[in-house]
């Protein structure tokens, strides 16, 4: 089981992979087995991100050094060998965000956590929502709307009281943001093979943007999210710890 080492630029960060090089042997990230993050959520997205660019699925076994670290585990510098070992592993499939600009341009991009939609200025966007093809609501005026995966439904789309979605439960979860109307949609559960489009009316003179995990797409007209199952990513957690655990337990947090 070859190793590789990384870590987020913060202090606390760095000064765990100074104790953990010495501690372990470690190869490079391109002839590793597995990846060991170190940092917080940020940093954990961004390693997937990196992993995905490269076309690379390595496991990740992260340890908090960052705020919540709601996607890494506990830090401790003893048996990680062991910890390892006696990992669970948890597939994390994307989603695809294919986002058409106002002047014609197309951007792909995939997100772990979420897609969103934001307006861009005071006024409300107002946007289409189709499911599958088929127009689902005609105009929802609104600040924004957003898909979230299940790893992702307990980031921004439970602060935009969202609904929590187990991590096997093949669900997306599409939320409102502040909607004005239709004022008593509270958002959908859907299908993870659902195809979402999102297409903004009035683009022009109500800007909106789409958002993919931490990548911003400006002045959009019409956005389509899918999953993407060939680029699943895996995670690894200590047994006590697992993520599927960690999703469910936050229904029960006040």
């Not at 959520?41 to 960052?66: C, I, K, S, Y």
Request: charged fraction near 20%.
């Amino acid at each position: 089981m070859k190793l590789a080492l990384l870590a987020s630029p913060t202090a606390p960060s760095q000064s765990a992979a100074k104790l953990l090089y010495k501690r372990f042997d470690w190869t490079g990230p391109e002839d590793a087995d597995i990846l060991v993050a170190l940092g917080g959520d940020g940093f954990m997205l961004q390693t997937l991100h990196d992993m995905l660019a490269r076309e690379r699925n390595l496991p990740v076994f992260g340890m908090n050094r960052g705020t919540v670290g709601f996607l890494m585990n506990d830090w401790r510098a003893d048996n990680l060998i062991e910890r390892i070992g006696a990992a669970k592993a948890f597939a994390v499939t994307p989603l695809a965000m294919t986002a058409t600009t106002v002047q014609g341009e197309t951007v792909r991009h995939p997100a772990i956590n979420e897609v969103s939609l934001l307006r861009e200025t005071r006024q409300t966007a107002r946007i289409e929502v189709s499911v599958d093809g088929r127009t689902a609501i005609p105009e929802l005026v609104c600040d924004g709307v957003l898909v979230a995966t299940p790893a992702g439904s307990t980031a921004y789309n439970l602060s935009a009281k969202g609904p929590i979605l187990p991590l096997a439960s093949s669900l997306f979860a599409l939320t409102p943001i502040s909607p004005f109307r239709p004022r008593r949609w509270g958002g959908a559960i859907l299908p993870d093979s659902t195809v979402i489009g999102l297409r903004v009316l009035d683009a022009d003179h109500r800007p909106v943007s789409a958002v993919a995990d931490q990548v911003e797409v400006r002045n959009v007209a019409h956005v389509e999210v899918s999953i993407d199952r060939s680029r699943a990513l895996t995670l690894l957690f200590d047994p006590e710890h697992a993520l599927d655990e960690r999703i469910a337990m936050e229904q029960f947090l006040s």
